[in-house]
């Protein structure tokens, strides 16, 4: 955590750390399973650093969404902006199951998995507004940002699902026991390279877990009206699979575990749907009320959100205090400001930058333009 | 394919615009909208003041046309819905369908239509755009007059193989006896101001290439009524791509019956001696100033053809005009290389070899992809086709 004031109070625990229960266990729902002798476990146990890890981590995710969504607003980050507030537990269970050196690909509701996967909150908005700060350079904007083992980021639906198979193949053929997890929505499962790729992941049992983010509602059409059903843990047919609740933490990490030790044991892949759910609309664009009703979105927020689920856990098992989830609280908000004016004050990438990294050149190559006198240099 | 909705809350008005189809365009602008307005670029301005809110070109609309019946004012979208109205309307084989036309889309280009012909009319696919076009093939020859929305010109891809592959090929291969004439394919296209890689793609380009399909491009409200009337009855499959910063920012006098604009012919707006400028879409409306300033800074004339018709396109009516005036500038908003300007550039030095004055200038984006933060930059503004004519007068 990092050094901070607020104002001229500090704030100071109640009671000292010794105090505080080091781990408990805690009832989580029971996955559904399809071709699986057993699912999950139906207890998980969290110790308190993960809980504080865990809280940490969706809270900063939860924040930095709300604070791109202010500066969407405020015309500061333009373009398209798709917002992952309300699916928190998903990117951080996920996260919490494999490893660093593990492999992950998603589409373009990425902001939370940057995050998970060793991006900062500085590079994350930066990206957002377009500047060289950004994880991308500011070249890829909202949709594109990428890390050590995360590839994206990716506009086109269903894209990147053959892709996380063949990142998949990678891993498997390297022999380093590392595996991909190739997340997709609720929409894109009607896409047929979906079921192209089931096919050669089974085929050639590829260590990669397919995992469906269940939100309800491709942009604005709900489950029912796009898929014939709507069991997508199913729909991978040959390929074994786990429906999980999408808004609990642990209940995504205990099923998650499960998924890696199928695919690291040389199993082949398997399907894991999360049902999740999105408070924000498909995008900045869409406000999210006209296909869904505000009482629906309230009611997850006061029932299911995973944040304050998470929370709720801690405190009534004396894992932690209000106040020191406070303090977690204003460092993030902080951390987040300090990322937020960073993000407006970087410059923008400079012009050279259009043309670079179209190819590998070497050497340099030029690029035609607008008029045959000029052209532009591509330098990488 | 990325879905984004109803993305042009984004570009001028924030408000939802009750677009019966007989009422009026407009609605009120929001604050959102007298925003943009307060906020004109000033092109002196430092990079850092600028902010890029206004277009890249003004629309001038065309005139009422006189001679296809009473006209109503409307956007683009309105005109597009009112050709889809009216092809409901007297073809029973008619459907349309497409990812969210069933509440009227994401360009509103289809309001009200589903409450007035039918669910079994007017339907949403899932998400899969190559279903949605070999889907639409398999409907055309069975019989059915197939419209069918692709919600970005950019997500066609996945559709390409059956648009090439199928739908081109169909009457060929078959000798006649099949064909999928009754299918027809739009899509919105071109830059919008940020839409950025995977929605401002003009990919006419890659589809030109295909004998066996039509490939169509309006400029305004009036023409792409008429144009899209004859893509629907024409009888081969076409692609019909609606420049999507137009869909609100063009309004015009729209003939409320059904009309046709003959494809294949191209138009030549203006009347000149000394430079021919060619363009489709929404580039013929930056031409259009660029016309305006060399009459005004060099004294050149310049004569403007809107091609329409992309593929197959009218060589006489821009053979002539080169003839005519010994230069030629082709602009596009797609990369240069391998854009449709080659394809021009190339046929009309064959013709004209030795009326040309000066080489013939293309005016592209360049050979990127269509960047987010650069588009002001990517796009082929006036600026950079005024310094084209210039040299090509002085060549």
Redesign the interface.
């Known amino acids: 955590s990092r050094k901070m004031t607020v104002g001229a109070r500090v704030v100071v625990s109640a009671r000292t750390y010794a105090d505080f229960t080091p781990q408990a266990s805690f009832d989580i729902k029971k996955c559904d399973v399809h071709k699986l002798e057993e699912g999950p476990p139906l207890q998980a146990v969290l110790t308190r650093e993960e809980g504080l890890q865990y809280y940490r981590t969706m809270q900063t995710i939860r924040r930095m969404e709300l604070k791109a969504d202010q500066l969407y607003k405020q015309k500061i980050i333009r373009g398209f902006c798709h917002l992952y507030d309300g699916q928190e537990a998903c990117a951080v269970g996920i996260e919490a199951g494999i490893n660093l050196s593990d492999h992950l690909i998603t589409a373009y509701r990425a902001h939370g998995y940057t995050l998970t996967r060793g991006g900062t909150v500085r590079e994350i908005m930066a990206e957002l507004t377009g500047r060289r700060g950004g994880i991308a350079k500011g070249k890829g904007g909202s949709m594109h940002m990428y890390t050590k083992h995360f590839y994206g980021g990716n506009g086109i639906v269903g894209a990147q699902v053959p892709l996380g198979a063949g990142v998949a193949l990678a891993c498997k053929y390297l022999g380093k026991n590392e595996l991909c997890v190739c997340l997709y929505g609720d929409g894109a499962a009607n896409q047929g390279q979906i079921f192209e790729t089931y096919n050669m992941a089974s085929l050639w049992k590829l260590p990669c877990i397919f995992i469906c983010e269940n939100n309800k509602y491709g942009m604005g059409t709900s489950v029912e009206r796009a898929a014939a059903s709507t069991d997508y843990y199913k729909r991978g047919d040959f390929i074994p699979g786990l429906r999980v609740d999408g808004m609990d933490v642990l209940c995504v990490r205990e099923a998650t575990k499960l998924a890696a030790e199928h695919c690291r044991s040389g199993k082949g892949p398997i399907l894991m749907e999360l049902q999740t759910y999105r408070y924000h609309g498909h995008s900045m664009s869409d406000p999210g009320i006209s296909y869904r009703t505000r009482d629906e979105i309230q009611e997850v927020r006061s029932k299911s959100d995973p944040i304050s689920m998470l929370k709720d856990r801690m405190l009534s098992n004396n894992m932690a205090s209000v106040e020191e989830l406070k303090e977690i609280d204003v460092e993030v908000r902080k951390e987040i400001e300090d990322a937020a004016q960073f993000a407006t004050t970087d410059p923008e990438p400079p012009l050279d930058d259009l043309c670079n990294h179209i190819f590998y050149n070497d050497p340099p190559m030029e690029v035609r333009g607008t008029n045959p006198w000029t052209k532009l240099k591509s330098i990488s | 394919?990325?879905?984004?909705?109803?993305?042009t809350?984004?570009f001028l008005s924030a408000s939802p615009v009750k677009s019966s189809l007989t009422g009026l365009t407009g609605g009120t602008r929001s604050s959102l909208g007298l925003t943009l307005l307060k906020r004109s670029p000033d092109r002196t301005a430092e990079p850092k003041a600028q902010?890029?809110h206004a277009a890249h070109f003004t629309y001038h609309p065309d005139p009422a046309p006189a001679q296809y019946g009473p006209t109503q004012k409307m956007n683009l979208f309105q005109a597009v819905t009112s050709a889809l109205d009216n092809t409901l309307a007297g073809d029973p084989t008619a459907v349309i369908f497409g990812?969210?036309v069933a509440?009227g889309g994401v360009f509103r280009c289809t309001v009200g239509l589903r409450d007035k012909y039918g669910k079994d009319r007017v339907f949403?696919t899932?998400?899969?755009e190559?279903?949605i076009v070999g889907f639409g093939i398999g409907a055309a020859v069975a019989g059915a007059t197939a419209i069918a929305e692709i919600q970005f010109a950019?997500?066609i891809?996945?559709a390409f193989d059956q648009i090439v592959n199928e739908a081109a090929k169909y009457r060929y291969r078959s000798g006649n006896l099949f064909d999928c004439g009754k299918l027809t394919i739009r899509s919105p296209w071109g830059c919008v101001g940020?839409?950025?890689?995977?929605?401002s793609q003009s990919p006419e380009a890659f589809f030109a290439h295909c004998p066996g399909i039509k490939i169509v491009v309006p400029r305004g409200p009036v023409q792409a009524k008429g144009l899209l009337l004859s893509c629907i009855a024409d009888q081969n499959p076409c692609i019909f791509f609606e420049p999507k910063i137009l869909y609100r920012a063009a309004v015009e006098q729209v003939p409320t019956e059904a009309y046709q604009i003959p494809l294949s012919q191209a138009e030549v707006l203006q009347e000149g001696s000394d430079l021919t400028l060619v363009a489709w879409g929404t580039q013929v409306h930056v031409l259009r100033e660029v016309a305006a300033m060399a009459q005004e800074k060099l004294g050149v004339s310049c004569e403007l053809i809107d091609l329409q018709t992309i593929l197959p396109w009218d060589t006489e009516t821009v053979c002539k005009s080169v003839v005519k005036t010994g230069r030629l500038l082709v602009s596009h908003e797609a990369p240069?290389?391998g854009g449709f300007a080659a394809e021009i550039s190339s046929t009309v030095q064959e013709e004209c070899f030795l009326n040309l004055e000066a080489?013939i200038?293309?005016?592209?984006?360049?050979?990127?992809?269509f960047?987010?933060?650069?588009e002001p930059?990517?796009i082929?503004d006036k600026w950079?086709c005024f310094?084209?004519v210039k040299?090509m007068i002085n060549y």
């Open positions: 394919a990325l879905t984004a909705m109803a993305a809350r984004l902010r890029r990812e969210d509440f949403n899932p998400l899969c190559q279903g950019d997500y891809y996945p940020h839409g950025s890689i995977y929605h240069v290389t080489p200038s293309r005016v592209c984006g360049y050979d990127t992809p960047p987010h933060i650069f930059f990517y082929p950079k310094e084209a040299r």
